[in-house]
């Protein structure tokens, strides 16, 4: 089945920097769009950013616009989100997200993505 695990989460100092990877097995990775989400305490999910199945396109929230960098590796079926000049308010669990449908390009919208890991928490704190 679609597994989804994602790594890389701690706490870091603002202005500082890390890197979230996501290992995905049970599908066909290199066929589907992905998305990286976050989930702030007591706050709703928010979605961050996403990348096509080929790695050409990207998108990204404003609020990390300049700051984020998604990117894939097909072969190694992963996806990374860097992170920097962090932030206190970028503190959330950050998820990896699947998108529903096969090479079609992923969209902003949390509803179209039908599998999610357990989250990497990131705290911003100094």
């Known amino acids: 089945q679609v597994q989804l695990v994602e790594s890389g989460g701690g706490l870091v100092q603002p202005g500082g920097s890390l890197r979230l990877s996501c290992q995905a097995s049970?599908?066909?990775?290199?066929?589907?769009?992905m998305s990286w989400v976050r989930q702030a305490p007591g706050r709703e999910l928010e979605w961050v950013s996403n990348i096509d199945f080929s790695g050409v396109s990207t998108d990204y929230a404003d609020s990390v616009k300049g700051r984020f960098t998604i990117s894939r590796d097909n072969a190694k079926t992963m996806v990374y989100l860097q992170m920097n000049s962090l932030k206190p308010e970028d503190s959330a669990v950050y998820y990896c997200a699947k998108f529903h449908t096969p090479y079609r390009v992923p969209t902003r919208s949390i509803d179209e993505y039908n599998a999610r890991g357990k989250g990497t928490r990131v705290t911003v704190s100094s």
């Open positions: 049970g599908f066909d990775f290199r066929f589907y769009g």
